[in-house]
């Protein structure tokens, strides 16, 4: 299952609501759009949740994208997306897991260290803020019915995409020069590909659900 997938199943039938998507996907939009209503919150929403476009229970399902690393306070996040969603309606939340491309932290930090960094800074964490790992005991805290559904999978990059990807996520503060450390980067990874055909990485994402529990005086999602 991937993660499109995951998301649709989750969701289950649409009803005569409004689905509000936050975060900016292209594969994730043809999916919610199809439901029916949507409203779109792009992903660079942070902590200011309650601006969210919509009066409190108006949404049947919310679904954000890999948004929530982007907030500054994750517990508000969720509790404003709660907050527009109806009594039974569902919150999907899509996020990395730590041990997400994997491989790339261990390049990094052997390359590092061939290049005589002796403790080499960890790589820039995405998903620091909200990770797969956290997901459930964030969720429970405003949510009922939580589950957490991985998504494992493996991605084969070549030299210049293994490149890439380190030059974005690398620290400020690396302790060598970029140019030394890619170039000990590329012949580890040219090796790989010439021994296995490219650099393979480990992905492990997935969805958080959560269902919105009645209130007093509260009406269903329709």
Same mark, same amino acid.
Do not use: Y
């Given at each position: 299952?991937?993660?499109?997938?995951?998301?649709?199943?989750?969701?289950?039938?649409?009803?005569?609501?409004?689905?509000?998507?936050?975060?900016?996907d292209?594969?994730?939009?043809?999916?919610?759009?199809?439901?029916? =209503? %949507? /409203?779109?919150? $792009?992903?660079? #929403?942070?902590? +200011?949740?309650? @601006? *969210?476009?919509? &009066?409190?229970?108006?949404?049947e399902a919310?679904?954000?994208?890999?948004?929530?690393?982007?907030?500054?306070?994750v517990?508000?996040?969720?509790?404003?997306?709660? =907050? %527009? /969603?109806?009594? $039974?309606?569902? #919150?999907?939340? +899509?996020?990395? @897991? *730590?041990?997400? &491309?994997?491989?790339?932290?261990?390049?990094?930090?052997?390359?590092?260290?061939?290049?005589?960094?002796?403790?080499?800074?960890?790589?820039?964490?995405?998903?620091? =803020?909200?990770?797969?790992?956290?997901?459930?005991?964030?969720?429970?805290?405003?949510?009922?019915?939580?589950a957490?559904?991985?998504?494992?999978?493996?991605?084969?990059?070549?030299?210049?995409?293994?490149?890439?990807?380190?030059?974005?996520?690398?620290?400020?503060?690396?302790?060598?020069?970029?140019?030394?450390?890619?170039?000990v980067?590329?012949?580890?990874?040219?090796?790989?590909?010439?021994?296995?055909?490219?650099?393979?990485?480990?992905?492990?994402?997935?969805?958080?659900?959560?269902?919105?529990?009645?209130?007093?005086?509260?009406?269903?999602?329709?």
């Amino acid at each position: 299952m991937d993660l499109v997938t995951a998301i649709t199943v989750a969701l289950g039938a649409p009803g005569t609501g409004v689905t509000v998507l936050v975060g900016d996907d292209r594969d994730i939009q043809p999916v919610v759009r199809a439901r029916g =209503r %949507v /409203v779109v919150v $792009g992903a660079d #929403v942070r902590a +200011a949740t309650d @601006a *969210l476009p919509l &009066r409190d229970g108006a949404a049947e399902a919310l679904v954000a994208v890999h948004a929530l690393r982007e907030v500054d306070d994750v517990d508000a996040a969720i509790a404003g997306f709660a =907050r %527009v /969603v109806g009594a $039974g309606g569902r #919150v999907v939340i +899509a996020a990395n @897991a *730590l041990a997400h &491309r994997r491989e790339l932290r261990g390049l990094w930090a052997t390359a590092a260290r061939d290049c005589g960094v002796v403790d080499p800074p960890p790589l820039l964490d995405t998903d620091e =803020r909200f990770s797969l790992d956290h997901a459930q005991a964030w969720l429970q805290r405003h949510l009922t019915d939580v589950a957490v559904t991985p998504v494992r999978g493996t991605t084969v990059l070549d030299t210049a995409q293994a490149l890439a990807l380190l030059r974005a996520e690398r620290p400020a503060d690396a302790g060598v020069t970029w140019d030394l450390l890619a170039s000990v980067v590329e012949s580890r990874v040219r090796d790989a590909v010439a021994d296995h055909g490219g650099f393979t990485l480990s992905t492990l994402t997935g969805i958080a659900t959560g269902v919105v529990a009645a209130k007093s005086g509260s009406a269903p999602a329709k």
